[in-house]
């Protein structure tokens, strides 16, 4: 159940992605798994009957966590893998770890990402490189080990339409520009150029690459836009739909976009956003 800001309506109830098994016998790869959104779209694929890998970084024992939960609530397979995305041979090592243990992957979920805030001039070098490593870099990696594989692979026509599926976690902030955060907003910004080039270029491979761009979420990245009423009333501003988004929200998307439900959708960013995206300063008319 969701909180909602709007009092005079019913709270939020999303139905139960349990018993939706669209993803049987797939193997999927969420990288940043161990919490917030990564960690609820495990989860999702799991329930549509995807075996699930469970990157992490520094958390092993969150990851396993997860691990835990995907097998006990949804009867698949999931395992955890350590690597840092933004290393080349850390993530040439997680999907040959991948293969040998699942033998194939049908499904990555690019989720990794953080922020390094700070005014346009005091912003450092570091703090630039480190977010465009993980956010741009680290998803470029990812993708294109996964390509090699889906082309190798070729179409398994009894699992899926396509030889593989990609899902970029990009950010409103693709879109919208955020001051105070451009190394962010600019990782964001490449990640939805380099997935719509990908799609161009793999799509007669049948490879669907697409985004999410996820608005305002309730996780740990952005703990200070929610955690106090003063700051949940002045992020509910920014959302016409007046309810924070929740990492479920972002996972019922993952399911679909991976699944041969949306196989003619390719190099799209799919807002879920509330209608954050939405120029949400004209909502009386401006
Ligand atoms: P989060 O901090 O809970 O999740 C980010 C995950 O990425 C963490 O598990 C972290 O350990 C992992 N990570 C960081 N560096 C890594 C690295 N080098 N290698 C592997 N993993 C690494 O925050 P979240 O909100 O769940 O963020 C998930 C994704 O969603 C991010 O890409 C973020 O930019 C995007 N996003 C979030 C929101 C939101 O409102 N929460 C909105 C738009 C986009």
């Keep these: 159940m969701i909180s909602d800001a709007t009092e005079s309506l019913p709270p939020v109830v999303l139905p139960s992605l349990e018993r939706t098994p669209v993803l049987t016998g797939q193997k999927a790869l969420v990288t940043g798994a161990s919490s917030g959104i990564g960690r609820q779209v495990a989860i999702a694929l799991g329930h549509a009957g995807a075996d699930v890998v469970v990157n992490y970084v520094t958390d092993p024992d969150k990851a396993d966590e997860t691990v835990q939960e995907i097998e006990r609530r949804c009867g698949v397979r999931a395992m955890a893998i350590q690597a840092d995305v933004s290393n080349e041979g850390q993530v040439q090592a997680m999907f040959r770890a991948m293969m040998d243990a699942f033998g194939t992957i049908d499904i990555l979920v690019n989720n990794a990402g ?9 912003l450092t070098l570091d703090q630039w490189n480190k977010v465009i490593d993980v956010n741009l870099t680290g998803q470029f990696l990812c993708a294109r080990e996964a ?7 070729g179409v398994v026509a009894d699992v899926s339409c396509a030889a593989g599926k990609i899902i970029c976690m990009s950010s409103v902030h693709d879109i919208i520009p955020w001051a105070g955060h451009v190394n962010y907003a600019a990782s964001k910004g490449g990640v939805m150029l380099m997935m719509k080039s990908v799609a161009q270029e793999v799509a007669k491979w049948r490879i669907r690459v697409n985004a999410i761009s996820p608005g305002a979420i309730r996780t740990p990245i952005n703990m200070d836009a929610w955690s106090t009423p003063e700051a949940y009333a002045e992020l509910m ?19 679909w976009l991976a699944s041969d439900y949306s196989d003619y959708i390719n190099g799209i960013c799919l807002y879920v956003d509330g209608g954050m995206t939405l120029y949400p300063g004209f909502e009386t008319g401006g």
Aim: proline content about 9%; cysteine-free; overall charge positive.
């Design 114 to 122: 953080l922020q390094k805030d700070a005014p346009f001039d005091e």
């Design 147 to 153: 390509v090699r594989e889906f082309k190798r692979k």
């Design 237 to 255: 501003k920014l959302v016409p739909y007046k309810r924070i988004g929740e990492p479920d929200d972002i996972g019922r998307a993952a399911v």
